[in-house]
């Protein structure tokens, strides 16, 4: 069975705090897709990645195959960070059909 | 233009009523998709279009119809909604079969 695990399910930080929020998944894929919603709101696409890492202002992910692992790191955390961060898996078979994260509920404190 | 934009933000309707839910882009996408997320659930992905063509539907009922009258618009309609399909409907996009998906704020749907 395709499964994506994430962890934590919530999180609360103190305003600079570093922040990581992990990603596991069962078998091999063919991209990994990091997204932020804020409450209520849209979902907004942090990262596509299927090796390596990448960085985007204070936000970085990275990604292990071998291990089925992905993790996203909040640099300098910030109030306006707080957010669900939602981790979901292309396993390469029907387009579109993503496989989710329960995602990770992050609220930081000032 | 990096945007999806949905509309309307807000519905509420009736189990009688017939109403639909619109998704713009202009990013020159050619994957649009319906995706429906209920309170505290990921989102569950309801029908893809590519090339204004559909080639995903997610078994889902028929009081959903989904519409692509060209490239850069994908419409939802909806007739005879039960209450529990009130949830959050997003609409994405990607600019083909795998790729970086754009999302819009969605449209959070109310049936009575």
């Known amino acids: 069975k395709n499964e994506v695990e994430q962890s934590p399910q919530n999180l609360t930080a103190q305003e600079g705090e570093f922040i990581t929020i992990n990603c596991s998944y069962s078998?091999?894929?063919?991209?990994l897709h990091w997204l932020q919603q804020h409450p209520g709101g849209g979902i907004v696409s942090l990262f596509m990645?299927?090796?390596g890492k990448k960085k985007h202002g204070r936000l970085i992910a990275t990604i292990n195959i071998q291990e089925k692992h992905s993790s996203l790191h909040i640099t300098a955390s910030h109030p306006r960070d707080s957010a669900v961060y939602i981790c979901?898996?292309?396993?390469?078979?029907?387009?579109?059909?993503?496989?989710f994260g329960k995602g990770t509920k992050l609220s930081v404190k000032p | 233009d990096t945007e999806v934009t949905q509309t309307p933000k807000h519905l509420v309707m009736g189990m009688t009523n017939k109403k639909s839910l619109k998704c713009e882009q202009h990013?020159?996408?050619?994957?649009m998709y319906w995706y429906k997320q209920k309170a505290k659930k990921p989102p569950e992905l309801m029908f893809v279009?590519?090339?204004?063509?559909?080639?995903i539907n997610e078994s889902v009922p028929s009081r959903f119809s989904p519409e692509c009258p060209n490239s850069s618009l994908l419409n939802l309609h909806l007739h005879a909604l039960q209450p529990e399909d009130s949830a959050l409907y997003l609409c994405?996009?990607?600019?083909?079969?795998?790729?970086?998906?754009?999302f819009g704020e969605g449209s959070r749907l109310t049936v009575l």
């Open positions: 994405a996009s990607s600019r083909g079969v795998t790729g970086e998906l754009f």
């Open positions: 078998v091999g894929i063919s991209a």
């Open positions: 990645l299927s090796s």
């Open positions: 979901a898996v292309d396993y390469g078979g029907s387009q579109g059909n993503l496989i």
């Open positions: 990013m020159g996408h050619r994957a």
């Open positions: 279009y590519s090339y204004e063509k559909l080639s």
